[in-house]
């Protein structure tokens, strides 16, 4: 076929396809060439030049991420030219890096540190710069810091930002020696327009962007006798926490999770969960609510599309790029400030702990959830709702700082009252997963009856493709919700915010119709989220969402308003959905901001 | 074989007869003209020596219904000066060229990129273009050229990089390949020819490529303008033809006591006096007349001169000049810079200049474009000649 091309590489013929890289093609036979700059998820850069292979008859190397293949060339992946420029290469990268690998936070898994590792022999014979040079640490943003001693300019983070997230926060300013690495006029990331995904820190190679890390702050509340310290863990958290304990992508460790929490002296170890039933019940309801407004009592005030609330990236992206569209926004806070308010409540409340005493914690998948956590909304429960945010990588760094063997411990569960969940709770972490969540419960409230999909799994609204619509017929409705009899909700689901832009757009030019939209700022939704282990790849996430949905599966309860603990807590506390508690507690508000 | 110094006036002169001519070449079929320019064996004068002929056929043959010629007037090039000299003389010579390139390759729009020092050009460019556009009515061919005003970047030199800031990004090569006459400007099929490249082919069209032939030797053909400057009585713009040694250019154009000529200006080749007779100006064997971006710089160095000092002040420009983009470039030329500082204080042994010489030789067969490539150049021709005056 003329599509395919045949060449050797280390003298291993190999057929690909036209318009495979020599990375691809050398990858396709097992056979491994480095890269720093290349990532699955990006355009191909071209950067980094440690791709570099050996062309017969060329004189200059070739960087393999970038050439495609063709018939008849001959590669060489390991010659003597190859590794000497390959090592010479790294040399380079680390003289201008603070290589500090004994304290570094992303020590163990820096691919540099990795790569150095397997080329640097001894001591870099050149000279270190880093002393010649000043560099800047932006430590000033609640959930991401920007170390530029650290960068290699590789642009990972750049073209994330750009390709990914349609925002641009980072960029590359100034050239040569002066090159690196900044933000609109050089100002700390909390100023400017960045929505604190955390893609770009997921996707760095080595520590130049991390997360800011509350762990010392944690440990300190676990040993402080006089706090109670009350721990969530959010949906994603389950199904990728093992990667980063040497455990494959795809494992349900759940109850391996709850047992190290424990472990760590969390006094309760509650569920996010919960409140994702929760939000899936008041957001479910708004939009009925919203939905009877527009087309039964033709209400000019109230806007449809009505778009979900859940992530935080996805909140700062609206308030930055489509203020306009901040009234479409479900007032109902995310599962995590739904809890952070329960917690220092009715749960405090229950246990008889004074809620003053109480700390609360949430282990989440993201790193907008830090920000998200000190806004001066959530502060509903007259404390701040969620004191200290943790990453799925800095639960992980503490079961291994506490010296536990995270494979061998036994299974445990959720402690009671906020531990209860349904799979449709769980599905909240993957892309698609809350719209199936909230149309399990709207069409069983509205007609009586189970959503007609086989084993309530509504597949239109599953899978990785950026923009997803579905749409649902609503038949035989009760005689309550009888204007929405025949109405096919139109739904759309958008995650990754390059995505989000483009279903916003045709939101506004008006070339859409839909009543609701899921939008997730990340790619694959919660699994994907920036505070997830590294690394991340399509292929990863792919696994971590077959791990969601069987974990769904798994569940005795699938749907949120059968959740008996979230049946008790508006039987005991709320009231009903959307009354005077709920939005006292769980509905908030949000911000127009700039655009620059 | 080498030719003697001759000093020619084939570009500057102007005969006031460019209306005829180029109707004269309008007039002829494309594969004649492609023809004639492949036989002339003209080679690109921006540095990388690319036949002009077959990039133009490259470009005919792509069959988009957009594409593009551009004058690459961004001369940046230490050392160099002739690019301005033409624009200045005979700016209808160039944009005949372009035109009778858009005919060829089927495109409707031209742009002139513009070094931005070179802004004062602006009004007497336009005033050109404006003839120009009028003679285009005149021949009724639908040809438009603009002016594209650089920022001042020697990167953006670089064809691909130069498509970048006109594209409004910054001004970083690209990949390649794609190359340009398939994937150029706005991504569409693009010629990019240095301001005397153009002018050349002017010259080939209005006297056949015999003439242009029988100029130079070899692989180098026709005459080039040469930008001389440095230790010399005589500093200035002359058309030479290609094929003389470099000791019969010191002989004419030497204060009596050149050590060093750098040939092709930063990025180019530094000659010592040993080699001066067996040297030949041309792109033959490793030294080449012509340099990147914008070659023909001559700079000749007499004894006076220290090439630690020169060797400091090229390296002090890549350091600055380097996008930053790819590894080799970005932190290769610092350790150069540093390198030869530190072998010079003392602070590490003379046996440090062969690892940099190492180094260089990997940027030379890493870096992702002409720059960081062509460091190697200068840094290792003027190290390995004058080793003594590196370390002591």
Known sequence: MSSQVTLKIDSISVSVKQGTSLLDAARSINIKIPTLCHHEDLCVAGNCRVCMVEQKGSDRLLPACAIPASDGMEIHTNSMKVRNARKQILELLVSEHRAECTTCYKSGNCELQELSHEYILGENAFINLIPFKEYTIDYYSPSIIKDDSKCIRCQRCVRTCDQLQNIGALTVSKKGSEMKISTFFEKPIYQVVCTNCGQCVNRCPTGALTEKNYVEEVWSAINDEKKYVVVQTAPAVRIALGEALGIDPGEIVTGKMVTALRRLGFNSVLDTDFTADLTIIEEGHELLQRLKKVLKDKDKNVRLPMTTSCSPGWIKFIEHIFPDFLPNLSSAKSPQQMFGALAKTFFANKIGVDPASMVSVSVMPCTAKKFEANRPEMYSSGYQDVDYVLTTRELALMIKQAGIDFKSLADDNYDSIMGESSGAAVIFGATGGVMEAALRTVYEVVTGREVPFEGLNITPVRGMEGVREATLKIDKALPEWDFLEGVEVKTCVAHGLANAKRVMESVRDGSSNYHFIEIMACPGGCLGGGGQPIPTSPEIRNARSSAIYREDTLKTIRKSHENPEVVKVYKEFLGEPLGHESHRLLHTHYTPRERY | ?392
């Open chain 2, 1 to 392: 074989m080498t030719k003697n110094l001759k000093r020619l006036d084939l570009i500057f002169k102007n005969e006031g007869d460019s209306e005829a001519i180029l109707g004269k070449t309008l007039a002829r079929s494309n594969e004649e003209l492609i023809s004639d320019l492949i036989a002339s064996g003209l080679k690109g004068r921006g540095g990388a020596g690319f036949p002009t002929g077959l990039k133009w056929r490259l470009a005919a043959d792509d069959k988009a219904d957009e594409k593009f010629i551009i004058c690459n007037a961004d001369e940046g090039e230490p050392g160099t000066f002739k690019d301005r000299e033409i624009l200045t003389s005979v700016p209808h010579k160039v944009l005949a060229g372009m035109a009778v390139c858009a005919r060829i390759i089927n495109c409707r729009q031209g742009f002139i990129y513009l070094r931005q020092e070179y802004t004062y050009l602006v009004p007497h460019l336009n005033n050109a273009i404006e003839e120009f556009h009028q003679l285009m009515k005149k021949f009724e061919v639908d040809f438009q050229v603009e002016i594209f005003m650089g920022s001042g970047a020697y990167i953006c030199g670089e064809e691909t990089a130069l498509f970048e800031s006109m594209e409004g990004k910054r001004g970083e090569p690209r990949n390649k390949p794609p190359y340009p006459t398939n994937f150029g400007y706005k991504g569409k099929p693009t010629v990019i020819n240095n301001v005397e490249t153009l002018a050349h082919t002017y010259s080939i069209f209005k006297y056949g490529p015999e003439k242009f032939r029988d100029l130079g030797v070899k692989d180098s053909r026709g005459s080039k303008v040469f930008s001389v400057s440095g230790d010399t009585p005589i500093p200035g713009i002359y058309e030479l033809e290609f094929g003389m040694t470099l000791q019969k250019f010191v002989d004419d154009f030497g204060d009596g006591d050149a050590k060093a000529v750098q040939v092709g200006g930063a990025a180019g080749f530094c000659v010592p006096r040993k080699r001066f007779e067996k040297t030949i100006i041309g792109y033959q064997g490793k030294l080449t007349g012509v340099s990147l971006p914008t070659g023909g710089s001559m700079m000749i160095f007499n004894s006076s001169r220290s090439m630690y000092n020169v060797l400091h002040n090229y390296l002090d420009f890549f350091v600055e000049e380097s996008c930053g983009q790819c590894t080799p470039c970005r932190v290769g030329t610092q350790q150069l810079l540093m390198g030869i500082q530190a072998v010079k204080r003392g602070e590490r042994p003379s046996t440090y200049l062969d690892k940099l010489l190492g180094l260089a030789e990997v940027m030379r067969v890493t870096a992702k474009c002409g720059l960081g490539q062509s460091v190697a150049n200068s840094f290792s021709s003027i190290v390995e000649n004058f080793k003594e005056e590196m370390i002591y």
